[in-house]
């Protein structure tokens, strides 16, 4: 393919740091406040704090405002006092006229639930959501049905760590991504110079689009047609480049300089961009960092830039590579990861009772969302249909999850609502179960909670037991495989289920093998540090 913006070269400029101006620490300077006061007296006042800020800089937030208001009484005498108190005196007079009589506010009514719509194909085309294209990078390599069979095969891809000394860290494995290959995608020699959570960016999205039909390098015509000022891209990152980052650091250090491509290859949304500009996509463009549940944060949203007009296509999803020391060690100093190194890939074992933690993962996973009528228009093979998501954070810990699991039971409903069906429709649930002691049980009482305890011919499984936890990734993977189970008629099985917590003694956790099940409506559980959680709700696409 022609080297477009994936080649992209070293920034003309040259990168310079200006300090910032010093202040005292832990003040403030604020203005006044100029909105209800007359016109001769906020002149005033803006002539006296101009003239009073230098010598202000740098005092408690009241002083600067203090000093001003001083000085417009000495400017205008009583007349500019008077002046400034009229507005306040009138708007005590109207306050105490109309609160005499007034009402007892009225107690909130609770909020509206969504109808079930029994037939989809009432919905207005415009505002239904569907995915025509689906892209991953992965442990397990880049192509989407080589990923899902091998999760179908209860393969684990988790490996002792070979890319940096991790003889003194107490976790010394994770599910990387060994000699990644972009298939051409990215020409080699910009690559290297690529975070990998760029390079794993692009390879999912122009995959994803691939198979959509719109990638410029492979259907140039197809491309051509769209409308640009309507497809967007909202692929997010939970920790963005840390391998750029941390070798900036280090060289900054050793060298007392860096590399000009620190900033621009590790801020979070310069994977987003390149997949546009690649694409000439020219519609709603940002990066979304919610942790772990960053990529359903990006499908939720892109879903509703699909639904106002404001986007026809959406290239959305996750990606993260931060198996790199400082991501290594961050994690283990959160006392979040197994230590299980006897048993690498017997680490991640979802609701069971010797878990000790999460197993590090990486890689991309990206869908390719459009309005129905625009995938119809173009007549586009449609794979599934994304029909509702709900975003929720459980106000409680910033790493911690609720116990009761208000949060994440909110949010399923709320997903549920967005998605216009009943709890009884859904037989698939593609959870969160990261192999925590404290988040696995609180998913699980949360789904409980939804479901009234009734579990019944409903399957639960874990894709983390055989990826690992790809972080802001983690969303997008499994949404690509709770799609392929839509497709193919079979969800994987979860590892290491040997000694089962009794929260799931009433679930199908899809124990040591591949399943059928022609899925109704599946939904895919991501949730973040912070207490973020988020629910994606695929069924199949019916017209």
């Given at each position: 393919?022609?080297?477009?913006?994936?080649?992209?070269?070293?920034?003309?400029?040259e990168?310079?740091?200006?300090?910032?101006?010093?202040?005292?620490?832990?003040?403030?300077?604020?203005?006044?406040?100029?909105?209800?006061?007359s016109?001769?007296?906020?002149?005033?006042?803006?002539?006296?704090?101009?003239?009073?800020?230098?010598?202000?800089?740098?005092?408690?937030?009241?002083?600067a405002?203090?000093?001003?208001?001083?000085?417009?009484?000495?400017?205008?005498?009583?007349?500019?006092?008077?002046?400034?108190?009229?507005?306040?005196?009138?708007?005590?007079?109207?306050?105490?006229?109309?609160t005499?009589?007034?009402?007892?506010?009225?107690?909130?009514r609770?909020?509206?639930?969504?109808a079930?719509?029994?037939?989809?194909?009432?919905?207005?085309?415009?505002?239904r959501?569907?995915?025509?294209?689906?892209?991953?990078?992965?442990?397990?390599?880049?192509?989407?049905?080589a990923?899902?069979d091998?999760?179908?095969?209860?393969?684990?891809g988790?490996?002792?760590?070979?890319?940096?000394?991790?003889?003194?860290?107490?976790?010394?494995?994770?599910?990387?991504?060994?000699?990644f290959?972009s298939?051409?995608i990215?020409?080699?020699?910009?690559?290297?110079?690529?975070?990998?959570?760029?390079?794993?960016?692009?390879?999912?999205?122009?995959?994803?689009?691939?198979?959509?039909?719109?990638?410029?390098?492979?259907?140039?015509?197809?491309?051509?047609?769209?409308?640009?000022a309507?497809?967007?891209?909202?692929?997010?990152?939970?920790?963005?480049?840390?391998?750029?980052?941390?070798?900036?650091?280090?060289?900054?250090?050793?060298?007392?300089?860096?590399?000009?491509?620190?900033?621009?290859?590790?801020?979070?949304?310069?994977?987003?961009?390149?997949?546009?500009?690649?694409?000439?996509?020219?519609?709603?463009?940002?990066?979304?960092?919610t942790?772990?549940?960053?990529?359903n944060?990006?499908?939720?949203?892109?879903?509703?830039?699909i639904r106002?007009?404001?986007?026809?296509?959406?290239?959305?999803?996750?990606?993260e590579?931060?198996?790199?020391?400082?991501?290594?060690?961050?994690?283990?100093?959160?006392?979040a990861?197994?230590?299980?190194?006897?048993?690498?890939?017997?680490?991640?074992?979802?609701?069971d009772?010797?878990?000790?933690?999460?197993?590090m993962?990486?890689?991309?996973?990206?869908?390719?969302?459009?309005s129905?009528?625009?995938?119809?228009?173009?007549?586009?093979?449609?794979?599934?249909?994304?029909?509702?998501?709900?975003?929720?954070?459980?106000?409680?810990?910033?790493?911690?999850?609720?116990?009761?699991?208000?949060?994440?039971?909110?949010?399923?409903?709320m997903?549920?609502e967005d998605?216009?069906?009943?709890?009884?429709?859904?037989?698939?649930?593609?959870?969160?179960a990261?192999?925590?002691?404290?988040?696995?049980?609180?998913?699980?009482?949360?789904?409980?909670?939804?479901?009234?305890g009734?579990?019944?011919?409903?399957?639960?499984?874990?894709?983390?037991?055989?990826i690992?936890?790809?972080?802001?990734?983690?969303g997008?993977?499994?949404?690509?495989?709770?799609?392929?189970?839509i497709?193919?008629?079979?969800?994987?099985?979860?590892?290491?289920?040997?000694?089962?917590?009794?929260?799931?003694?009433?679930?199908d956790?899809?124990?040591?093998?591949?399943?059928e099940?022609?899925?109704?409506?599946?939904?895919?559980?991501?949730?973040?540090?912070?207490?973020h959680?988020?629910?994606?709700?695929?069924?199949?696409?019916?017209?």
């Amino acid at each position: 393919m022609a080297a477009g913006v994936f080649a992209l070269g070293a920034p003309r400029a040259e990168l310079y740091a200006q300090p910032a101006p010093a202040t005292a620490a832990g003040t403030l300077t604020a203005q006044p406040a100029l909105a209800l006061r007359s016109a001769p007296a906020a002149a005033a006042a803006r002539r006296a704090y101009s003239a009073e800020a230098p010598a202000t800089a740098g005092r408690p937030m009241a002083a600067a405002p203090a000093a001003a208001a001083t000085r417009t009484i000495e400017a205008g005498g009583w007349w500019s006092l008077g002046a400034m108190l009229l507005p306040f005196l009138g708007l005590a007079a109207w306050i105490a006229r109309t609160t005499r009589s007034a009402p007892a506010p009225a107690a909130p009514r609770p909020m509206a639930m969504a109808a079930v719509v029994a037939d989809r194909s009432t919905l207005d085309p415009k505002k239904r959501v569907v995915v025509t294209g689906m892209g991953v990078a992965s442990v397990f390599g880049n192509d989407v049905d080589a990923f899902y069979d091998a999760l179908l095969e209860g393969k684990s891809g988790v490996k002792p760590i070979t890319r940096f000394d991790v003889e003194k860290m107490p976790t010394k494995f994770a599910a990387q991504i060994e000699n990644f290959d972009s298939d051409g995608i990215i020409p080699k020699k910009f690559a290297r110079r690529y975070d990998d959570v760029l390079s794993y960016t692009a390879v999912a999205s122009t995959k994803a689009l691939q198979q959509a039909g719109l990638d410029k390098a492979t259907n140039p015509e197809a491309n051509e047609k769209l409308n640009k000022a309507k497809c967007g891209v909202l692929v997010g990152s939970g920790m963005g480049g840390l391998q750029t980052l941390q070798d900036g650091v280090s060289s900054n250090e050793a060298k007392g300089s860096m590399s000009p491509f620190v900033i621009p290859y590790s801020i979070a949304n310069m994977g987003g961009s390149l997949v546009a500009i690649e694409q000439g996509f020219m519609g709603p463009n940002y990066s979304i960092a919610t942790a772990c549940a960053t990529a359903n944060y990006c499908f939720c949203e892109s879903a509703d830039h699909i639904r106002s007009g404001k986007a026809e296509v959406m290239v959305a999803g996750g990606s993260e590579a931060s198996i790199v020391p400082v991501g290594l060690g961050g994690f283990v100093a959160c006392r979040a990861l197994s230590k299980n190194n006897e048993d690498p890939q017997g680490a991640s074992r979802p609701w069971d009772k010797d878990r000790d933690g999460f197993v590090m993962g990486e890689g991309a996973g990206v869908l390719v969302l459009e309005s129905l009528e625009h995938a119809q228009k173009r007549g586009a093979t449609i794979l599934a249909e994304y029909l509702g998501g709900a975003m929720t954070c459980d106000a409680h810990h910033v790493t911690m999850p609720r116990e009761d699991g208000e949060g994440v039971g909110s949010c399923i409903k709320m997903a549920l609502e967005d998605a216009q069906i009943d709890r009884d429709q859904v037989n698939y649930i593609n959870a969160h179960a990261t192999s925590t002691p404290l988040g696995d049980v609180a998913e699980v009482n949360a789904i409980k909670k939804v479901f009234e305890g009734n579990m019944k011919g409903i399957k639960m499984n874990g894709t983390k037991s055989m990826i690992g936890h790809c972080l802001g990734a983690a969303g997008g993977m499994e949404a690509i495989a709770t799609i392929k189970a839509i497709q193919t008629g079979y969800v994987h099985p979860t590892l290491n289920q040997d000694n089962l917590i009794e929260e799931v003694a009433d679930i199908d956790t899809c124990a040591g093998a591949k399943s059928e099940l022609e899925i109704t409506a599946g939904i895919s559980n991501s949730f973040g540090f912070g207490g973020h959680n988020s629910v994606c709700v695929f069924g199949p696409y019916k017209p």
